[in-house]
């Protein structure tokens, strides 16, 4: 059963561009979440999506943003890069509710904004 | 203010030894609790779920849980190398799927 897979895995920004980050989930599974991870922040929750739709956010300006397609694969775009976005951003997908279930985690993408 | 508190570490313990970590939470409603398990460079991985007062064990592991003091542990029994990595609490609250603690790093010395 293939896992969480997220691409790419490394990314190197200039501050003012964008980005998008994608994610395809364990198969099966219909909700999908995106964290951010820095060393001083720890596990920063982005936002969950089910059924194509966002079911919570995070406390993240509108920067970040998030859509989930029909098969439950997931992107995530930061647009107008800036340093303090150089983080790890991690993927994780539920069954159903992660409150139930937890996640499944994927590789992670390494953001890298100079 | 949704917190996930654990202490940072680094905890050390030698080899064969039961290592303890600890976690607190803010939200009383909280239902469901999980820890995770980092390895460096790696992404997070599931090791122990729990969701009722009490303990749960599964091999080497044992989850406790106190709702009342909004308090949960995990104890590793006969502690190995391998378990040197960084442990992290989460905890599901209102709106937020899991919180999750910034972890414990964990250092098992042969």
């Known amino acids: 059963k293939a896992g969480v897979t997220q691409t790419p895995r490394y990314l190197i920004k200039t501050r003012g561009q964008q980005v998008t980050l994608s994610c395809s989930p364990i198969?099966?599974?219909?909700?999908v979440s995106w964290y951010q991870q820095t060393p001083g922040q720890g596990l920063q929750f982005l936002f969950e999506?089910?059924?194509?739709?966002?079911?919570n956010k995070g406390n993240f300006p509108g920067r970040f943003s998030g859509r989930q397609f029909s098969n439950s694969r997931s992107e995530m775009n930061v647009s107008t890069l800036e340093l303090g976005d150089s983080a790890l951003y991690l993927c994780?997908?539920?069954?159903?509710?992660?409150?139930?279930?937890?996640?499944?985690f994927g590789s992670g993408t390494r953001l890298t904004v100079v | 203010q949704k917190e996930v508190e654990q202490n940072s570490g680094p905890l050390s313990v030698p080899e064969g030894a039961i290592a303890s970590l600890n976690c607190t939470y803010s939200?009383?409603?909280?239902?469901?609790f999980f820890w995770y398990r980092q390895y460096s460079g790696k992404s997070p991985e599931l090791i122990m779920s729990?969701?009722?007062?009490g303990d749960k064990e599964d091999g080497r592991f044992t989850a406790q849980l106190n709702k009342a003091s909004q308090y949960v542990s995990l104890l590793i029994r006969d502690s190995q190398p391998s378990d040197s990595a960084t442990y992290l609490c989460?905890?599901?609250?209102?709106?937020?799927?899991?919180?999750f603690g910034k972890g414990t790093r964990l250092s098992v010395i042969a």
């Open positions: 729990i969701y009722s007062n």
């Open positions: 994780a997908s539920s069954p159903f509710d992660p409150s139930n279930y937890g996640y499944t």
């Open positions: 989460a905890v599901n609250m209102r709106n937020t799927p899991l919180v």
């Open positions: 999506y089910f059924s194509e739709t966002q079911r």
């Open positions: 198969s099966g599974h219909r909700s």
């Open positions: 939200d009383r409603g909280s239902q469901s």
